[in-house]
């Protein structure tokens, strides 16, 4: 396990935090397919915290794409870097989440976030941002929409609707409400960097073979409890 440290000129406001987003938006790449789904490495990042101790844990799996079987993991903890505000959660997460990827003993592949990538009201959470400080390809899986609108999907596995910006038809697609269980609520997908919205719903669907969530963010989701647990005794 890693301890992170706060980086040095960290963005300590929001304004601040938001001039950093505006810069970095510009070098989200939206061009490039992306890996093929079921190929190399995937891999799941997520962080759980210890509001009362000001803790975090972050953790990253790396499963090969093909099996989904683990082909390693890391985990780091150490201070929360941001308060919570809605919009900034990156500034809360990305410094630990790097540190994690950075202890994995392999690459990492594409990189799954729970959360969101262009559908973010400032069209860059945490999916993009890791993306681009990483240069890795990126994708958001989030359990809820967020503040965007869409039309229910159809109720079968890998049925899905435009996640769009103000719900109008012809506004701006910033991802797809897609179903990954028959009958089960959809999961929201969005791009990070570098993997178009079609890759990205073949790759969740490739790594939800039996649940809602995938095997990415559900692993990493144990890994960081476990980790936070340890950590905060």
Same mark, same amino acid.
């Given at each position: 396990?890693?301890?992170? +440290?706060?980086? *040095?000129?960290?963005?300590?406001?929001?304004?601040?935090?938001?001039?950093?987003?505006?810069?970095?938006?510009?070098?989200?790449? !939206?061009?490039?397919?992306?890996?093929?789904?079921?190929?190399?490495? /995937?891999?799941?990042?997520?962080?759980?915290?210890?509001?009362? +101790?000001?803790?975090? &844990? *972050? $953790? *990253?799996?790396?499963?090969?794409?093909?099996?989904?079987?683990?082909? $390693?993991?890391?985990?780091?903890?150490?201070? /929360?870097?941001?308060?919570? /505000? #809605?919009?900034? @959660?990156?500034?809360?997460?990305?410094?630990? /989440?790097? &540190?994690? =990827?950075?202890?994995?003993? %392999?690459?990492?592949? !594409?990189?799954? %976030?729970?959360?969101?990538? =262009?559908?973010?009201?400032?069209?860059?959470? =945490?999916?993009?941002?890791?993306?681009?400080?990483?240069?890795?390809?990126?994708?958001?899986?989030?359990?809820?929409?967020?503040?965007?609108?869409?039309e229910e999907p159809g109720a079968g596995r890998g049925s899905a609707s435009p996640l769009l910006a103000d719900g109008r038809a012809g506004a701006e697609e910033v991802g797809r409400a897609l179903r990954t269980r028959d009958g089960v609520k959809p999961v929201f997908v969005s791009v990070g960097h570098?993997?178009?919205?079609?890759?990205? %719903? &073949?790759?969740?669907?490739? !790594?939800?073979?039996?649940?809602? !969530? #995938?095997?990415?963010?559900?692993?990493?989701?144990?890994? %960081?409890? +476990?980790? @936070?647990?340890? &950590?905060?005794?």
């Amino acid at each position: 396990m890693t301890t992170v +440290r706060i980086p *040095a000129g960290w963005p300590a406001t929001e304004e601040q935090a938001r001039a950093v987003q505006d810069e970095l938006r510009e070098r989200v790449v !939206l061009d490039e397919p992306g890996p093929p789904p079921g190929t190399g490495r /995937v891999t799941g990042v997520d962080v759980a915290y210890d509001d009362e +101790r000001d803790v975090v &844990a *972050a $953790a *990253a799996v790396v499963l090969d794409a093909a099996t989904l079987d683990v082909v $390693a993991e890391a985990t780091a903890v150490g201070q /929360v870097s941001f308060p919570y /505000v #809605p919009g900034l @959660l990156a500034f809360r997460e990305i410094p630990i /989440v790097l &540190a994690a =990827l950075e202890a994995l003993p %392999c690459g990492p592949g !594409l990189v799954v %976030c729970d959360g969101y990538g =262009l559908a973010h009201p400032r069209r860059f959470g =945490l999916a993009s941002h890791l993306g681009v400080l990483t240069g890795l390809p990126t994708i958001g899986v989030a359990k809820t929409p967020f503040t965007f609108s869409y039309e229910e999907p159809g109720a079968g596995r890998g049925s899905a609707s435009p996640l769009l910006a103000d719900g109008r038809a012809g506004a701006e697609e910033v991802g797809r409400a897609l179903r990954t269980r028959d009958g089960v609520k959809p999961v929201f997908v969005s791009v990070g960097h570098r993997v178009n919205l079609d890759n990205a %719903c &073949a790759h969740t669907l490739a !790594l939800t073979p039996k649940y809602r !969530l #995938p095997e990415t963010t559900r692993r990493a989701d144990s890994l %960081c409890r +476990r980790a @936070l647990q340890e &950590a905060t005794p």
